[in-house]
């Protein structure tokens, strides 16, 4: 059975770090690409950052290109986001998530909740 | 970066009907197009890849259609565990953009 279980979340001041980890298994974790995925409290979706499976390609949206960082261990099994210089619209819960070969996303965490916020 | 524009964003029916959800994309994406179900309180789960290819496990009430740069999401035979928010998904090019949602009540 393939799970995603994301950690690392919290509260968190503006301008401050975080880092996220998500832990895989149930599948071969270094055949995928991998993403984070958020949602703002009450509102839609938006894709964060995609990682190729050897890590070497890395993927933004302009909204956190420079302050954001997708890594990958796939020794471990393991997916990571780097954020830095947080703002208050990067409250939301995030989602690691994993690309089918496609590029949808078939299989998704429980989601991790960040708050930023003095 | 490409749009997709989702209507209706609420939506409310009876059991046993059949509902529609359209999304549009500012561009056109090839069928490079995904929908999702997110039941309150829970992570999004995948649908419909590739415009119209059925996720495993999912229903068969559910299908996609379309082409170019309309898409649609059919649900057939309403049930009460369809409640949810659904969600369109562009692959075709980043940045990878979702649509705003439709909630669905019955």
């Known amino acids: 059975e393939v799970q995603l279980v994301e950690s690392g979340g919290g509260l968190v001041q503006p301008g401050r770090s975080l880092k996220l980890s998500c832990a895989a298994s149930?599948?071969?974790?270094?055949?995928?690409?991998m993403a984070w995925v958020r949602q703002a409290p009450k509102k839609g979706l938006e894709w964060v950052a995609t990682?190729?499976?050897?890590?070497?390609?890395?993927y933004y949206p302009d909204s956190v290109k420079g302050r954001f960082t997708i890594s990958r261990d796939n020794a471990k099994s393991s997916l990571y986001l780097q954020m830095n210089s947080l703002k208050s619209e990067d409250t939301a819960t995030y989602y690691c998530?994993?690309?089918?070969?496609?590029?949808?996303?078939?299989?998704w965490g429980q989601g991790v909740m960040v708050t930023v916020s003095s | 970066d490409i749009q997709m524009t989702q209507s209706p964003a609420s939506l409310s029916a009876s059991l046993g009907e059949t509902v529609s959800i359209e999304c549009l994309a500012s561009e056109d994406i090839y069928n490079n197009l995904a929908w999702y179900q997110q039941k309150p309180g829970k992570s999004p789960q995948l649908l419909i890849y590739y415009a119209s290819s059925l996720q495993d496990g999912v229903p068969s009430r559910f299908s996609g259609s379309g082409s170019g740069t309309q898409y649609s999401l059919k649900i057939n035979s309403l049930q009460s565990e369809d409640v949810a928010s659904y969600f369109c998904?562009?692959?075709?090019?980043?940045?990878?953009?979702f649509g705003s949602g439709t909630k669905l009540e019955i």
């Open positions: 149930g599948f071969t974790f270094s055949n995928y690409y």
């Open positions: 998904q562009q692959y075709y090019d980043y940045p990878l953009t």
């Open positions: 990682i190729s499976t050897s890590g070497s390609r890395t």
């Open positions: 998530a994993r690309h089918k070969q496609l590029g949808a996303f078939d299989y």
